[in-house]
């Protein structure tokens, strides 16, 4: 590993923060993702839906009854029968911003498994914590950027390094987490007739959850919730919800308490204290590290228009396709305009096309409003800060419905990914190899292990990302590895019950960006990408890889409406 010293002169005069976690959409994918799941079977590529929320299948239970809660917030915003004794939002709003901790209890069945689980949310604390009813236990804190988890049959507690958007459903308060969820729930066409009744013997509020009109083949939430109508807080829900096939998936009954304290840590849950500790915790360069490279990525992605061109080789290089991105703050427009129409002619058509196209920003740009007039096929993704947006355009002028969905960030941002790539905490650190060396770049690697899933083969892999902390941390290379014979597999067994034809041959791909410059705004931006397989990690680009050039304007005068969703489906131009 490269000593800290030689990490400190990489990054000495880089000022370190701490970049802001931004909440995924972890809610709207648990009902979307079943119905994905109902196509791909694949349990490799397609993970078990509730495994996207929670581990524990109980738990998951809980995760299915927080995210029901959603419709006390929107009592008044479905349109449904209301009664006119119905506490009020602002109420209910009030009363749930006073709430420190939010415990919560679930029983029933999940996929056939009959159950208890708990869960506590510290909203002032910032602590979330689970436990399964065979005993295991996660307990995130988020304060401390640490999240622990414990294993009953092997009485192991591990630590990870944990970002507040890795935290399932965690928030800074009650309302958003509800909030949240109900813009899910309301997508769902649900319907809430509210009445006033008994639970257990209690005065409650009835919220009653009735399925969409149209449910048949989508997967729905119905049930009961009752809220207490003294504190103006849940008290309890029972509910099921049903797969696109029309099968119960979970069904159980939920109890909610509002204590003034929670669990201080993981031991507060019956952990034993003599539980083995395995520490995976980031060493403090990489962490570092890592800051730094959010930090340049963040500023130079902030505000910019980029064309990039991708290069294709077929007798002689051509370009395929031309992207476009406009990014402003929250609004992000990315558009995809292929150059050749089905059926048309490499060969012949590319010198019309390349005379066209041009090779400037200015040039591109026109070719670009020209496209998006004329006919041809292209697609739109837009972000406005909520919402994403997708619809695209046939040879023929037809354009598809536009496509409509939540997102609490910007699902993609492709210039980063060129640059920037995502590089996850955990399980990663800095090697230093003869290519780091000799170039003076930083190279953090992951690796993860393989694994066998309803009888498929997923090849243990790794990651070697080359960051060049010169020129605003952009990764100059990223190698990605897989082998079925990997010395970091630590079982080294895992394939000798695997028929050989299950098992892939060894993969190695590269990206590497061979150009950059620097813009007017002071930040470095890649120019030129060549990717490609290699023989292995020291293997120059095969000849003939594709490439992508980048054309970049970081003072940009966007088009109006460019990223207004009314004008989407062939409604302006974009100039």
């Known amino acids: 590993m490269r000593p800290a010293e030689n990490i400190k002169k990489l990054i000495k005069n880089a000022p370190i923060k701490t970049n802001p976690a931004v909440n995924e959409a972890v809610l709207k994918d648990l009902l979307n993702e079943l119905n994905k799941s109902e196509k791909k079977p694949s349990a490799a590529l397609q993970p078990n839906i509730w495994k996207i929320i929670m581990k524990s299948r109980i738990t998951q239970l809980t995760t299915a009854a927080v995210i029901i809660i959603a419709v006390i917030v929107g009592i008044n915003q479905f349109g449904g029968p209301v009664d006119i004794t119905t506490i009020a939002?602002?109420?209910?709003?009030?009363?749930?911003?006073?709430?420190?901790?939010?415990?919560?209890?679930?029983?029933?069945?999940?996929?056939g498994v009959t159950g208890v689980g708990e869960q506590w949310f510290g909203f002032e604390t910032k602590i979330e914590a689970e436990k399964d009813f065979n005993g295991e236990v996660d307990f995130w804190n988020v304060k401390e950027h640490k999240r622990y988890k414990y294993d009953p049959e092997t009485?192991?507690?591990?630590?990870?390094?944990?970002?507040?958007?890795?935290?399932?459903?965690?928030?800074?308060?009650?309302?958003?987490?509800?909030?949240?969820?109900?813009?899910?729930?309301?997508?769902?066409?649900?319907?809430?007739?509210?009445?006033?009744?008994?639970?257990?013997?209690?005065?409650?509020?009835?919220?009653?959850?009735?399925?969409?009109?149209?449910?048949?083949?989508?997967?729905?939430?119905?049930?009961?919730?009752?809220?207490?109508?003294?504190?103006?807080?849940?008290?309890?829900?029972?509910?099921?919800?049903?797969?696109?096939?029309?099968n119960t998936v979970v069904d159980c009954e939920v109890t909610f308490d509002y204590p003034q304290t929670g669990p201080a840590d993981i031991y507060d849950l019956s952990v034993p204290r003599d539980a083995r500790i395995i520490?995976?915790?980031?060493?403090?360069?990489?962490?570092?590290?890592?800051?730094?490279?959010?930090?340049?990525?963040?500023?130079?992605?902030?505000?910019?228009?980029?064309?990039?061109?991708?290069?294709?080789k077929y007798k002689e290089f051509f370009v395929s396709k031309v992207e476009v991105e406009y990014k402003s703050g929250p609004n992000y427009r990315f558009e995809q305009h292929f150059v050749f129409n089905a059926g048309e002619s490499i060969e012949k058509s590319w010198p019309k096309h390349k005379?066209?196209?041009?090779?400037?920003?200015?040039?591109?740009?026109?070719?670009?409003q020209r496209h998006y007039v004329n006919m041809g096929y292209f697609t739109i993704g837009l972000y406005d800060g909520e919402y994403k947006y997708s619809v695209s355009r046939g040879n023929s002028g037809i354009w598809d419905k536009v496509k409509k969905s939540s997102f609490?960030?910007?699902?993609?941002?492709?210039?980063?990914?060129?640059?920037?790539?995502?590089?996850?905490?955990?399980?990663?650190?800095?090697?230093?190899?003869?290519?780091a060396r000799e170039n003076n770049l930083i190279c953090i690697e992951r690796s993860w292990q393989g694994r066998i899933s309803d009888g498929k083969v997923s090849l243990p892999g790794r990651c070697h990302y080359y960051l060049d902390p010169q020129k605003d941390f952009i990764c100059r290379r990223k190698v990605t590895e897989r082998r079925p014979d990997a010395q970091w597999q630590k079982d080294k067994d895992w394939l000798k019950d695997v028929e050989p034809e299950k098992i892939k041959d060894r993969s190695i791909y590269a990206e590497e960006i061979t150009e950059v410059i620097q813009a007017p705004n002071g930040c470095w931006y890649p120019r030129m990408i060549v990717e490609g397989i290699r023989k292995d990690y020291q293997d120059v680009p095969l000849k003939g890889s594709p490439t992508k050039t980048v054309y970049i304007r970081t003072n940009p005068e966007f088009p109006e409406d460019i990223f207004n969703a009314d004008k989407l489906s062939g409604g302006s131009e974009p100039n």
Not at 89 to 111: C, K, L, Q, Y
Not at 194 to 217: A, R
Not at 355 to 368: C, F, N, P, T
């Open 355 to 368: 005379k066209q196209l041009g090779d400037s920003y200015e040039s591109l740009m026109a070719w670009l």
């Open 89 to 111: 939002f602002a109420d209910i709003t009030e009363a749930m911003n006073n709430v420190p901790w939010m415990h919560i209890v679930s029983r029933g069945v999940e996929r």
């Open 155 to 246: 009485r192991t507690i591990t630590i990870n390094y944990a970002y507040e958007d890795e935290v399932p459903f965690f928030t800074s308060s009650p309302v958003s987490l509800l909030e949240g969820m109900l813009k899910m729930v309301k997508e769902q066409g649900t319907e809430i007739i509210t009445k006033n009744g008994k639970y257990n013997g209690q005065d409650v509020q009835i919220q009653e959850i009735s399925p969409p009109v149209m449910s048949q083949g989508k997967v729905y939430c119905t049930g009961c919730l009752y809220v207490e109508p003294e504190s103006k807080l849940l008290y309890a829900a029972q509910l099921k919800i049903i797969d696109a096939k029309g």
């Open 279 to 312: 520490d995976k915790m980031p060493k403090e360069d990489y962490l570092a590290i890592l800051d730094k490279y959010r930090e340049c990525r963040d500023k130079a992605t902030s505000e910019y228009v980029a064309i990039i061109t991708h290069t294709l």
């Open 408 to 435: 609490s960030s910007i699902p993609w941002i492709n210039l980063q990914e060129l640059a920037w790539p995502n590089i996850d905490e955990t399980e990663g650190h800095i090697i230093e190899d003869d290519y």
